[in-house]
Structures are given as C-alpha cells and as structure tokens.
C-alpha cells in the first residue's frame, strides 16, 4: 500500500478532494474477496487514465468509467457490484447523499430540463437556485437539481408554472393556480390545477 491512510488523505477517490489512485495490484490485494478479476481493476486504471489524463480519481469518475468503457452486460453482476462498492469506497453518504448508479456525461446533465427550469426561473425575476450550466461541473449540477428540487417543494406555484411552460404543456382553460394545499381534515385532498 502506498503509506498509511493518514499519510493519503481522509480517503483515496473522493470526499470533495482527489487521492492517488491505487495501483490495480494493490486494489486487487484489497479486493480479492470481491471477485474483482485483476484485468477488470487493470482496464479501469488504464482506461481512467486514458479519460482523465492524471492518476487521480473522483468516485464517480471511476464509476463513470467502469460503466461506460470496462463493465459490459456478459459481466457477472457480482463483479458489477464488487467494482461499484470499491469505486465508492470512501464515499461520505450523510454529506454527499446517496451514491449514484447512473451519471450523465456533463453535456448531457448541462441539457437535462431541470437545469433549464431552474434558469429559466431566474431569467424571469423568481429566486431560485443558480448554476452556470455551460461551465459547471456533473457534481455542481446535482447539486443545483438538488437545490431546486428543495426549492419546488417550499415554492410550488412559481416552480410548476415554469416547468408547465417548460414542458410545452398547454391547458384548455388556465388554471387559477398550479397547486392547491389542503391542510387540517383536508389533508390528503390536495388539487393540483384547479
């Protein structure tokens, strides 16, 4: 191993900052009991590194990797799931939230509507939660989606205005309101579009 976990850090791959990536012999050391096959750890060194360019590593840039260039559908789901718990090792749950599955490419998450609704929102006067799309990283955007969806919860009537007219989606007759809340015995007979 490459010292102690004091002298690499509070984890290697992530926790908001970047460690040395483990040599493929080394995680297969670590992760024999896994089931990991050693060319499986090597291809996703290589691989990450032929992406990244640098020996360091994110969480999610690994799984990113191992899903999009070395894990395929003839791989055993238990290797599927050994290399997912080894790419999110060190992840903090209680700070980051849970640890996705799935991460779009970062001009896929810069498209996503969500992102559009929430500047969209801006652009027309209404607080909300700010990201520069064209520049922001996946971690910032899902983090902004999170933020707006929080921000859709305290704020219905502004948030499901805009997603309508985001959507396209077009009423006969206008809605006096997007959402209308019951409280008390109401509760449970909420409206949506009255």
Known sequence: MRGSKKERGQGWWDNGERYDWPSAVEMHFMFYNKK?????????N?????RYGRKNATSMELWQVATRDVLTPDTPFE???ALYELCYVDWEEKKLG???????EAKDARNARAIRVGQRLRESGVPSPEVD?????????????????????K????????AMEEMGVRFRQKP???????????????????
């Open 176 to 194: 006096n309101r997007m959402f209308y809340p019951r409280a008390g015995s109401h509760a449970g007979q909420e409206q949506w579009f009255p």
């Open 155 to 162: 704020n219905q009537e502004d948030f499901w205005s805009c």
């Open 98 to 104: 849970p640890r996705p599955v799935w991460i779009p």
């Open 46 to 50: 290589r691989k990450h590194k032929e």
């Open 79 to 81: 290797v599927h799931e």
């Open 133 to 153: 799309a064209d520049h922001a990283t996946v971690r910032d955007l899902a983090a902004a989606y999170v933020r707006l969806q929080e921000y859709s919860v």
């Open 36 to 44: 990991i096959p050693m060319n499986l750890l090597e291809q996703l």
